[in-house]
């Protein structure tokens, strides 16, 4: 019976962090919706789920602490609750630059004037969310194949920030009048990064789970 429950409450687990996985998609995609239309409403709405997310995180960890405290598990189980904890941190983390992201966007509408964001900004999103739900794909599915090409398209987007960059630093020094709104957009491509950066963790995590080892791949440092 022992036996069963500790089962019973490893799987809970793993369905809780996906439950909290798709929750975290569907913020970053009212994001990208608020990259390209502006609402208060989006925001309003992302700023709601938001909560939810951090209610979920603490409800995980303590789940966690529980099976540690009364089940003792031991190699892979062990290392998937470790992994766990990580994880949410990711996660909650990614929902916070959300909507950081969201914030700035709604505190833009006023002053827009019709001006877009940066052509890169959606895309960048884009190809992060898509890191996420590739990272999440492989934590449920154990990919550790899929796992490590997450963690290579990271270098994509960090290359995509650097044109962004770029670009808004042409914008500002053709433009003086929008420094403060090209500050705005530097802040929302850095987000757009960091979430990135964390969808690799997600994936490293994944890898420590399937094979004991934790590879530090926002480096770059891909087994050959």
Request: charged letters at 25%; a negative charge; proline letters at 5%.
């Amino acid at each position: 019976m022992p036996r069963n429950l500790f089962e019973r409450e490893m799987q809970e687990l793993k369905e809780s962090l996906v439950d909290m996985g798709h929750l975290i998609d569907t913020i970053l995609a009212e994001t990208l919706h608020m990259l390209h239309q502006p609402e208060a409403g989006t925001a309003a709405g992302v700023a709601k789920r938001e909560e939810s997310v951090n209610t979920m995180e603490r409800r995980i960890e303590d789940s966690c602490v529980n099976i540690i405290a009364l089940q003792q598990p031991l190699a892979r189980d062990l290392r998937t609750i470790t992994a766990a904890l990580k994880i949410v941190t990711d996660m909650e983390r990614i929902s916070d630059q959300c909507c950081d992201i969201c914030e700035i966007l709604r505190a833009l509408v006023p002053v827009s004037d019709g001006a877009k964001p940066p052509a890169h900004l959606g895309e960048m999103l884009e190809r992060a969310r898509g890191m996420f739900d590739d990272a999440l794909s492989a934590f449920v599915a154990h990919e550790i194949p899929l796992a490590y090409q997450v963690c290579g398209r990271d270098d994509e987007v960090d290359a995509m920030f650097s044109r962004t960059i770029l670009e808004i630093c042409a914008a500002i020094e053709g433009q003086p009048v929008v420094v403060p709104r090209g500050a705005d957009y530097m802040f929302i491509a850095k987000y757009i990064e960091r979430i990135a950066d964390h969808a690799t963790n997600i994936a490293e995590w994944t890898i420590f789970i399937e094979t004991g080892e934790h590879p530090d791949l926002n480096q770059g440092n891909f087994p050959r």
